[in-house]
């Protein structure tokens, strides 16, 4: 029995994603199923009409999936939901959620917990990534400016 | 990686989980870190049905594996280096001959 | 924690490292109490540098760009101590590697690692490893810009990252800022070289898809000069061609070195430019304040004036025959007039190449504090540095190095032999490597000549993983196992600089290590025989090729 759990989404969506195959068949259907060797460039127009992209880790160590995320989120500006299908660990939940998945398939024993964890898990990121946190050099720039705005406020005052 | 090669006699080995110190499967069904103490089985048949039995009994320790072992003088001596390594340690004074002043 | 002048910790990089520790101690007890499987456990632990070798548990700490502080160096004695069997092995990719490591254990040594600002992420897994740089960076006189702004710059950007935890296989970075290249930039994954453009700004040259292991491969130069505030994206679109066309399908195929042989240079370099400019100028983008901030805390410390040249030293080099040759072989000229760069050689004679105990490190870290700003570095050739040195200084440190064993005048010679733990400790080995490191120090152990055969690099793997640098070895030795007999393949020509980088020749069949020693000696005698003024061993292998040396070796066999 696979649960899909919830990441930042209220709800996960109930479509059953199309195999890629299918689903360019029937550009119509909002869920396809992307496997981790394809470009998400295959998915063209049809984007805007998606609701649910599933994306696959075959293996858990086949980390393919996180640049495909990270494309459809960052470059092809894909809002809907991002699930992840598949060899997916609680471990790796944190990496997930900052490439954009929102959802995430999970056999026996459910993950309980553990996505709502992995968010908070790490209070610092050293990259920009999809999921809007701010990296640690971009806070450590805007401290200094606004120490620096401070220190010209004082002296002009 | 050599770990085993061929031979009539086997043991089975791992390493424990907690802290990783080489262990041998007993004659109990218990694992040893005494080299002494492993069970050999002394045909392939009998090896094969040693090393599920040893997996079985496997929680504290990591992924138990066969051992070629020869009889010395009725005692037995695994085959490979990297086995006699393991039951042996290192084969080097950790420091310099002359360095036990600096330790 | 005391000065430092390099990068320091903030808040921000305490609280990840500490939340990482606070992750890591959670998986081992889902271990320890059976929720994971080792098969799910394996991949976190080595996130994290944990090994299983023969005997125990291995732990391999980072440290970045080879940089210490006294009280880190100390910190690491204290773990030794504790934890290990009092020593520890300090190794090729400016690591430290404890050998005797109880996993149950492990989470309070990270702790202890985090308490001096250090841990052990990322060396290990298939991610992007421990950065590494030039040992004599910011003390050299010879570079651009010290390379270690730009290694703490990746290593931020790659702690980690979210997308690239799983690539195909492991990613080893490295960074240079001087023409002599002593990060080996060409035999990295990426290499990043930075030297001017005509208009004098500072950028990188690109190296991607070298390597050392089965295949090894010299990198090819993808961009020759990249702007300082694009090498995030660049780096990025790098990784993430890498992330998504690498091969899976063979371990011994997965690194780029063979995605950038088998689609060709041309196209790899299409395929990163095509990420990078979708990249390019986005929140990757380094702008000069961030940079200029990480700069700033590589700032050298204040060196006093002082004479260029130092009386009692030179006094002292008149007579004394050793400390001559210890002045000519383990001493450096420094950027800053009478000051000097020192190398404390832990290649004591009969020593296992690399290894230093706990009070060997603690007098170390006394030393650094006494005599070099309380700096110390790692090499890649397994010595420790001093970087900070007063030429008036230079006499009581090499007492009290002799002292220590880390005084033998070795550095670069054929007594510098570099090895990985080989056999001895290593899960994955054919061959022990620590061994016949002892005995051909020892078969080479005369100083006066050492000095006469001049540099020779010897290098030692106990495996086609290369861990020994064998590949790029004047003189590499690759264990093997041939039916249960450790055997050991020579080869000659390596050369691990920016300039000249070459993957050494197989020589010839491989040999039983007494046999190996000999065939070194009579190489080394050829060699002696036929040099022409000014040649080192591989420059008279260059220019007489392998044949005499094959002659040598294998022709007049009984
Ligand atoms: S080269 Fe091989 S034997 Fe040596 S440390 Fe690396 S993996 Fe182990």
């Known amino acids: ?157 | 990686m050599a770990k085993n090669l061929r031979g009539t006699h086997q043991i089975v080995t791992a390493n424990r989980l907690s802290d990783g110190v080489v262990v041998f499967f007993t004659r109990s069904g218990d694992w040893s870190p005494d080299f002494n103490d492993a069970v050999v089985a002394d045909d392939p048949a009998a090896a094969e049905t040693l090393l599920p039995r040893a997996r079985g009994a496997a929680t504290a320790t990591v992924e138990p594996y066969l051992v070629a072992v020869e009889l010395v003088d009725g005692a037995p001596v695994p085959v490979s280096m990297r086995e006699r390594i393991r039951v042996g340690g290192l084969t080097f004074p950790v420091l310099a001959a002359g360095a036990s002043r600096y330790a | 924690m005391p000065d430092s002048y390099f990068y320091r910790y903030d808040a921000h990089d305490r609280a990840l490292v500490a939340e990482r520790v606070a992750q890591f101690r959670d998986q081992v007890a889902r271990r320890l109490s059976g929720d994971l499987t080792e098969e799910q456990f394996k991949p976190l632990r080595l996130t994290n540098g944990l090994y299983l070798q023969l005997h125990a548990y291995m732990l391999r700490v980072a440290i970045p760009y080879g940089t210490l502080t006294s009280g880190q160096l100390r910190a690491l004695a204290g773990i030794a101590r504790r934890f290990d069997r009092g020593y520890g092995h300090f190794t090729t990719r400016q690591n430290l590697q404890f050998n005797w490591i109880r996993l149950e254990d492990a989470p309070d040594i990270l702790e202890a690692l985090a308490a001096v600002d250090m841990h052990a992420m990322q060396t290990s897994g298939n991610c992007i490893r421990n950065v590494t740089a030039d040992h004599f960076a910011g003390a050299a006189g010879d570079e651009v810009e010290d390379p270690r702004i730009w290694a703490e710059i990746v290593r931020q950007w790659s702690t980690l990252h979210p997308e690239f935890s799983f690539l195909p296989r492991k990613f080893k970075i490295a960074v240079t800022g001087s023409p002599r290249d002593r990060a080996a930039v060409r035999v990295h994954d990426i290499g990043l070289r930075l030297h001017r453009d005509p208009a004098g700004a500072v950028g990188f040259e690109v190296i991607v898809g070298g390597g050392l292991g089965r295949t090894p491969m010299i990198g090819k130069t993808l961009r020759d000069f990249l702007p300082r505030e694009d090498l995030l994206a660049y780096l990025e679109a790098t990784l993430r061609v890498y992330n998504r066309y690498g091969r899976r399908d063979n371990l011994y195929k997965a690194r780029i070195k063979i995605l950038v042989h088998e689609i060709g240079a041309e196209r790899m370099r299409g395929e990163v430019d095509a990420e990078f400019h979708a990249l390019r100028g986005t929140a990757l983008r380094l702008p000069d304040e961030v940079i200029d901030a990480i700069a700033r805390q590589f700032a050298a410390p204040a060196l006093a004036a002082r004479p260029a040249r130092s009386e009692d030293v030179e006094r002292l080099r008149a007579r004394d025959r050793a400390f001559a040759r210890w002045l000519a072989a383990n001493v450096t000229p420094h950027r800053v007039p009478g000051y000097a760069i020192v190398t404390a050689a832990l290649k004591q004679l009969g020593a296992p190449p690399g290894d230093a105990s706990a009070t060997q490190m603690d007098a170390v870290a006394d030393l650094a504090d006494r005599h070099s700003s309380g700096e110390v570095r790692v090499s890649h050739e397994q010595n420790l540095i001093l970087p900070w040195v007063p030429l008036d200084d230079l006499q009581a440190l090499w007492r009290a190095l002799d002292a220590l064993g880390f005084a033998d005048p070795v550095a670069g010679r054929i007594g510098d032999i570099v090895a990985c733990p080989g056999l001895d400790y290593c899960a994955l080995a054919n061959a022990r490597s620590i061994p016949l490191a002892q005995r051909l120090s020892l078969r080479f152990g005369d100083a006066a000549r050492q000095q006469e055969i001049g540099e020779l690099k010897v290098r030692i793997s106990g495996c086609i993983n290369a861990c020994g640098h064998h590949h790029v070895g004047h003189i590499g030795i690759l264990g093997v196992d041939r039916n249960g007999t450790e055997l050991y393949q020579i080869s000659l020509g390596g050369d691990p600089e920016a300039g000249s980088t070459a993957i050494g020749e197989i020589l010839g069949p491989a040999l039983t290590e007494e046999r190996t020693i000999e065939a070194i000696e009579a190489m080394v005698d050829l060699y002696l025989a036929t040099r022409v003024a000014g040649e080192r061993f591989v420059d008279t292998y260059r220019r007489l090729g392998a044949d005499p040396y094959k002659e040598k070796v294998y022709g007049h066999r009984a």
């Not at chain 1, 990441?7 to 890629?20: E, Y």
């Not at chain 1, 024993?109 to 640690?136: C, H, I, K, M, W």
Request: charged share 20%.
């Open chain 1, 1 to 157: 029995m696979v649960t899909v759990h919830s990441g930042s989404r209220a709800v996960p969506s109930a479509l059953s994603p199309l195999p890629l195959d299918a689903w360019l068949l029937d550009l119509t259907a909002a869920a396809v199923s992307l496997p981790n060797t394809a470009s998400p460039d295959l998915l063209g127009d049809g984007l805007a009409r998606l609701e649910l992209i599933a994306l696959h880790f075959p293996k858990f160590n086949d980390g393919r999936a996180y640049s495909q995320a990270r494309l459809l989120r960052g470059r092809m500006g894909y809002r809907g939901e991002l699930r992840a299908t598949g060899d997916v660990l609680r471990d790796q939940l944190p990496f997930m959620l900052r490439c954009g998945f929102d959802s995430f398939e999970k056999a026996d024993p459910p993950f309980g917990e553990a996505v709502r964890a992995a968010a908070t898990l790490f209070s610092v990121v050293y990259q920009p990534a999809e999921d809007n946190r701010v990296p640690a050099a971009e806070l450590r720039r805007l401290a200094t400016a606004g120490a620096m705005a401070a220190a010209a406020a004082v002296s002009l005052g």
